[in-house]
């Protein structure tokens, strides 16, 4: 159930607190809340000692917030008509209420967090992993024996067919034709691929042997075989 205090600067308001904090270590119960942060905000300075019960709960209020905030203050005064009270202690309690969200102030850390905070950092890890993963991929460099059937070969379209091939991690690069014998030619072409994204004898048996292609590719070897 709600509690509302009023004119915390008099000292009808105060009697009514000390009433209230009989047998009470704070407003709330036996634990430091930002209810007490509210009602703290709305007492002006110190109460006498005609107010024993206030008096303790107000220096227990005051060392939990100096030890909440360590830095040494300067000192500052502040003025205005004893009514201000009133108005500090509604805008003490919209402030809590804006910053339960965002802001702990004495550094509690709920499980809620927790869990958040474990889920972040399996993220990040998750993602670490990935980058590790597409930065260590290795690359081969691979020559190729791409042979006609026969020395009426088109062998410009046979480069064109072998060429055409496109999939990721597969790059092809220099080329020439060498004699083999009978005016037959082989063609002997440069690739680079990503060992993880392609495989050599899948490109061999799946693209480059059957059709269309093989109207003009009668077989393919692996010439050399390098690691990057």
């Not at 004893?82 to 809590?96: F, H, T, V």
């Not at 014998?181 to 990503?194: F, N």
């Not at 490109?203 to 059709?211: K, Q």
Request: proline fraction near 3%; charge should be negative; include cysteine.
């Amino acid at each position: 159930m709600a509690v509302t205090f009023s004119d915390l600067h008099t000292e009808g308001g105060l009697k009514a607190l000390e009433a209230f904090l009989a047998g009470k270590s704070y407003i709330s119960g036996d634990k430091f809340t930002k209810d007490d942060v509210r009602v703290y905000a709305a007492v002006h300075g110190v109460p006498g000692d005609s107010f024993p019960n206030v008096c303790k709960w107000y220096n227990s209020v005051s060392s939990k917030l100096a030890s909440s905030f360590p830095g040494k203050a300067a000192g500052v005064g502040v003025g205005g008509a004893a009514a201000s009270a009133k108005e500090a202690a509604p805008a003490a309690a919209a402030a809590g209420d804006d910053d339960d969200d965002d802001l702990d102030l004495f550094g509690d850390e709920t499980e809620e967090d927790k869990k958040a905070a474990e889920e972040r950092e399996k993220a990040k890890s998750s993602t670490k992993k990935k980058e590790i993963m597409v930065t260590v991929g290795g690359k081969s460099s691979v020559l190729l024996d791409v042979k006609p059937w026969d020395d009426e070969t088109d062998m410009k379209k046979l480069e064109e067919a072998v060429r055409s091939i496109e999939m990721p991690g597969l790059f092809w690069g220099a080329s020439k034709l060498v004699a083999v014998g009978y005016g037959i030619k082989k063609l002997q072409i440069m690739m680079t691929i990503v060992d993880d994204d392609v495989s050599v004898d899948t490109l061999i048996d799946e693209y480059l042997t059957v059709e269309p292609r093989n109207e003009y590719i009668q077989s393919c070897d692996i010439a050399a075989f390098n690691k990057i």
